[in-house]
């Protein structure tokens, strides 16, 4: 992987790609992506979801704010919904327990739609107006 990164190659690990047979199932993703990033001394993780990030109560409810910045000891459990998309395993409370380990580490993680066109591009060029959930890393 370090090869990557010194070719200006992002890699992008999915459980699913790198543990073919079920019997060796790892973990889930966000999980698997944040063992990765503290193995490589990453900068940021980026961990997309199918909303924008951690809200203050149910996403769908119009009264729940997106919470944009988590500082190092900040507890949100009592924000992290328990349901997970059709499509997940972990949901919000693997991406929640992950920032944390990952953000204890020293890393910046951010917890963005992945449903959004262009996510990582206007996380990079616009993150002050993009969506997001951003958990600053322990100094």
């Known amino acids: 992987m370090t090869v990557m990164l010194e ?5 992008i690990v999915n459980e699913n790609d790198t543990v073919s ?3 060796l199932m790892f973990t889930d993703n966000d999980e698997l992506s944040g063992l990765i990033a503290r193995m490589m001394q990453a900068d940021t993780l980026v961990l997309l979801s199918n909303i924008d990030g951690i809200f203050t109560g149910n996403p769908a409810d119009p009264q729940s704010q997106l919470i944009k910045e ?3 000891g900040t507890d949100l459990s009592d924000y992290i919904q328990t349901e997970k998309s059709s499509a997940g395993r972990g949901g919000m409370q693997s991406k929640y327990a992950t920032a944390v380990r990952v953000q ?3 890393i910046r ?4 739609n992945g449903k959004r066109d ?3 591009i206007d996380l990079t060029e616009h993150p002050e107006t ?3 959930t951003e958990f600053a890393p322990l100094q």
């Open 7 to 11: 070719n200006g190659v992002l890699p």
């Open 21 to 23: 047979v079920t019997e």
């Open 70 to 72: 988590v500082l190092p």
């Open 104 to 106: 204890q580490a020293g």
């Open 109 to 112: 993680v951010i917890i963005a």
């Open 118 to 120: 262009n996510i990582l």
């Open 130 to 132: 993009t969506p997001h």
